[in-house]
T-cell receptor, first 115, second 116 residues
Framework: AQKVTQAQTEISVVEKEDVTLDCVYETRDTTYYLFWYKQPPSGELVFLIRRNSFDEQNEISGRYSWNFQKSTSSFNFTITASQVVDSAVYFCALSPGTGRRALTFGSGTRLQVQP | GAGVSQSPSNKVTEKGKDVELRCDPISGHTALYWYRQSLGQGLEFLIYFQGNSAPDKSGLPSDRFSAERTGGSVSTLTIQRTQQEDSAVYLC??????????????FGPGTRLTVT
């Protein structure tokens, strides 16, 4: 069985602060994929990143960066210099690499960025 | 290009009635997924279609739920004899597929179902 845990229910920061959203996963698969999605107040889930289990290289995209560590089964997401537009619910998700490729989602972290 | 579209955006129905929810995936995407998002249960997988293969229905919560995908494109999720606990946002997603690897899923705006 697969499981994704996002222990932070809600985080509030002031604009320009850095913030890290935690994600811990459980799986018995040797091949799997991890994702982050953003759900702004409008409601539509927006894809941010995909990472496969064989690629532990960290990734940076603008103000966003992701730290994947297999040793701790974590895939954390950092927003640098946060902006009000970053306010949203962020979901971490896991998919097996074969078979049913449905996503198992964490419960989400609500990020509030105050001006 | 056009993203995943869903209709209706909102649906209010009386308990016991049947409802149909529609999803138009991104053109060329062979995989289609239905999920449900509710306050109590978070985001849950319901059903998965991949090409012409038999769908994976392992996430459907009861036999009142069914789905079909016609012509490898449009999908309809049907809920029979709706119950109040069926109230949720129903999300459709689609993705490319390949022999190896897992592609990202793109989500539609969802259908908010309210059962009164």
């Amino acid at each position: 069985a697969q499981k994704v845990t996002q222990a932070q229910t809600e985080i509030s920061v002031v604009e320009k602060e850095d913030v890290t959203l935690d994600c811990v996963y459980e799986t018995r698969d040797t091949t799997y994929y991890l994702f982050w999605y953003k759900q702004p107040p409008s409601g539509e889930l927006v894809f941010l990143i995909r990472r496969n289990s064989f690629d532990e290289q960290n990734e940076i995209s603008g103000r966003y960066s992701w730290n994947f560590q297999k040793s701790t089964s974590s895939f954390n997401f950092t927003i640098t210099a946060s902006q009000v537009v970053d306010s949203a619910v962020y979901f971490c998700a896991l998919s097996p690499g074969t078979g049913r490729r449905a996503l198992t989602f964490g419960s989400g972290t609500r990020l509030q960025v105050q001006p | 290009g056009a993203g995943v579209s869903q209709s209706p955006s909102n649906k209010v129905t009386e308990k016991g009635k049947d409802v149909e929810l529609r999803c138009d995936p991104i053109s060329g995407h062979t995989a289609l997924y239905w999920y449900r998002q509710s306050l109590g249960q978070g985001l849950e997988f319901l059903i998965y279609f991949q090409g012409n293969s038999a769908p994976d229905k392992s996430g459907l919560p009861s036999d009142r739920f069914s789905a079909e995908r016609t012509g490898g494109s449009v999908s309809t999720l049907t809920i029979q004899r709706t119950q109040q606990e069926d109230s949720a946002v129903y999300l459709c997603a689609s993705s490319l597929t390949s022999g190896t690897g897992v592609h990202e899923q793109y989500f539609g705006p969802g259908t908010r179902l309210t059962v009164t």
